[in-house]
């Protein structure tokens, strides 16, 4: 796969966010608030469904090789925290996002929608884990049902904004840097505007 020099440049800049993103934190229960979901939606919206992933998958391989940018560090041993599965949520939710959104009009609802499903599927992915470790790692009993209510129902109205700024900023960035690919005579990005 051969990459471009925006591809370069833009793949490591959404990792450094995402990264940015998880220190900036509320921290409540096991799972704290934190912004990387914005970042992640952001990187499958601007980046597509390849990039995207691809950006967050540096971010999580930085975490797991040691450098503190999780949460609550880093470290091969974070795969044994119960919020390990939401990061992994972050990995399938750009390349979501990234198929629904690239190569499509960038309208407001479609790209809101996106990070919905986007939302959907790390919430699937991070409470079921969270499930899992917490039960059958660490031995703190948790029902499926409390698992639901502290991994998911508390970050809803948060992360519906995330969702929101991100199809907002999405719907204003990406016809202008289509306007800017068309005007330096490099292919666009995206088709039908």
Do not use: H
Request: with cysteine; proline share 5%.
């Amino acid at each position: 796969m051969k990459f471009k020099t925006r591809e370069i440049i833009l793949v490591p800049l959404f990792s450094a966010l995402t990264i940015i993103g998880a220190f900036i934190k509320i921290p409540i229960g096991f799972v704290p608030i934190t912004l990387q979901y914005l970042f992640t939606a952001l990187s499958g919206v601007l980046l597509g469904p390849i990039l995207g992933a691809m950006s967050q998958l540096i971010y999580v391989i930085l975490g797991l090789i040691g450098l503190p940018v999780f949460t609550s560090g880093g470290g091969l041993s974070y795969i044994l925290t119960p919020t390990f599965g939401y990061l992994l949520g972050f990995i399938v939710a750009p390349y979501i996002i990234g198929k629904i959104v690239y190569n499509a009009k960038p309208s407001f609802s479609r790209i809101l929608i996106a990070s919905i499903l986007g939302l959907l599927v790390t919430y699937l992915i991070g409470t079921t884990y969270m499930y899992v470790i917490l039960n059958y790692v660490t031995n703190i009993k948790i029902t499926l049902l409390k698992s639901v209510e502290v991994g998911i129902l508390v970050f809803i109205p948060g992360d519906l904004i995330k969702c929101v700024i991100t199809a907002e900023l999405g719907s204003k960035i990406i016809p202008k840097l289509n306007k800017s690919y068309r005007k330096d005579g490099i292919k666009k990005s995206y088709k039908k505007l």
